[in-house]
């Protein structure tokens, strides 16, 4: 017995290790990924980008082949290890993000960002699956909860870095550093993080399924796809403001650089962080007994959230919108450990990072890749009316995507449970 418990406590300190360097990766994911949102003036304003070449930086040279290609390369990982794609891939979208520091054009910035998405393609749904290698389901959810505190971690770092390295040096040296780091850390991350010998790592290569074989699986179940299209509603807004909210706070606010990135990185460190470790452990505890919960929590999240964000956008006072903001923020990010999830268990273990590449493949490509645009093409689009403050009516015409999310999300509820495949692991 106490020797069941040494080898349970190694397996948890192990687990905690691998988790804190998926966590690192991950921030370097989204640190590279929104860097370009705070730098997006001061390019604007040299290379003279409109709003809506601008969106295509943000989403759509990024989200193509970022999207597009997670699914080959998280099937390759599923076969070959994934911790070895994950370290490559980290090392080449970092420096790809170095190379927009050079970039001198519209055109460079674009190849620039293609090469981002291409990197960054093979690094989250194979984190997703060595945390489902790791952990438990009990405790899974709250797992790929503290994985997705990247999101704001690396979005809160990557908005303070570039503002003060911007604002001291100039934008090409905040790209080149914050590449040239994420390349640094990466052999850290392969020394320490192996995949678990059991279940994935040691079955051969046939007992993996393919890619065609994982697809066909999925079809068949109706909550991955209201998962992906709900997931996807809400991401096009998710993304669209976590781009063009510094623009937005400095034209309506008139605010600089650096204290834009303060603002923010305090808004998305409370509110993201609290909001995504909410839903994990309400999702641990109330999807045991009723699977449903796993898809209800993000439904009554993205609910509440459209007219929060609404007041917030439209306060006029900076003080008062970092308060209101606070709640709706964290309400956006409620969905991730819970979705993230019940994907996991759509499928059996062995298919678990193709099948979350397949998630991610229709989460981004419509969430981010038209998301940022969007946002930007209507911010030009309504600039004849609204001048400085076209960027808030996009946001505000943009919330309805929650409510739309919502709804996916309840409809996802009713067959989860159908489709949920129970294993050990």
């Not at 400095?250 to 605010?255: C, D, I, Y």
């Not at 609204?386 to 709804?407: H, T």
Request: charged letters at 10%; hydrophobic letters at 55%.
């Amino acid at each position: 017995m106490s020797g069941q418990r040494i080898d349970a406590a190694k397996h948890d300190r192990r687990a905690g290790i691998v988790l804190a360097m998926l966590l690192g990766v991950y921030v370097f994911n989204f640190l590279d990924r929104m860097l370009l949102s705070i730098l997006a003036a001061p390019i604007q304003s040299e290379l003279k980008l409109s709003d809506g070449e601008m969106g295509l930086l943000g989403g759509l040279a990024f989200a193509v082949l970022y999207s597009t290609l997670a699914v080959p390369l998280s099937a390759l990982a599923d076969r070959t290890g994934r911790v070895r794609v994950i370290t490559w891939c980290l090392v080449a979208w970092s420096m790809f993000t170095a190379l927009c520091g050079v970039a001198t054009s519209f055109w460079q910035i674009f190849l620039a960002r293609l090469g981002v998405g291409v990197g960054e393609a093979g690094g989250v749904a194979p984190s997703y699956a060595v945390i489902g290698e790791w952990f438990a389901p009990e405790r899974r959810a709250s797992a790929l909860a503290i994985y997705s505190l990247g999101i704001p971690l690396g979005s809160a770092f990557g908005l303070l870095a570039g503002g003060y390295i911007a604002e001291q040096i100039n934008w090409r040296v905040a790209f080149i550093v914050i590449g040239l780091a994420g390349a640094i850390f990466a052999p850290l991350f392969r020394l320490l993080v192996k995949d678990r010998p059991e279940p994935v790592a040691s079955a051969s290569s046939s007992q993996a399924p393919g890619l065609g074989a994982t697809l066909r699986l999925l079809v068949r179940k109706p909550s991955f796809w209201f998962l992906s299209f709900g997931a996807a509603a809400g991401s096009s807004i998710g993304y669209g403001i976590s781009f063009w909210l510094p623009s937005f706070v400095q034209r309506s606010f008139g605010v600089g650089l650096f204290d834009t990135a303060l603002f923010l990185s305090g808004v998305l460190l409370i509110g993201g962080v609290a909001g995504i470790l909410i839903g994990g452990r309400l999702a641990d505890r109330l999807g045991q007994g009723n699977r449903g919960w796993y898809a209800w929590l993000p439904a009554i999240a993205y609910a509440a959230s459209a007219p929060l964000w609404a007041t917030g956008v439209s306060s006029e006072s900076l003080p008062v919108a970092f308060l209101l903001l606070l709640v709706p923020q964290g309400l956006s990010y409620v969905w991730l450990g819970p979705v993230l999830t019940a994907v996991q268990h759509l499928v059996e273990p062995a298919a678990r990072a193709t099948a979350s590449a397949l998630f991610l493949l229709i989460n981004n490509l419509i969430g981010l890749a038209a998301g940022i645009y969007a946002l930007g093409a209507l911010s030009d689009a309504l600039a004849p009316a609204y001048g400085e403050e076209s960027l808030r009516m996009a946001i505000l015409w943009g919330l309805g995507l929650y409510l739309v999310a919502g709804v996916l999300m309840v409809l996802a509820a009713r067959s989860l449970a159908r489709d949920w495949v129970e294993t050990a692991t």
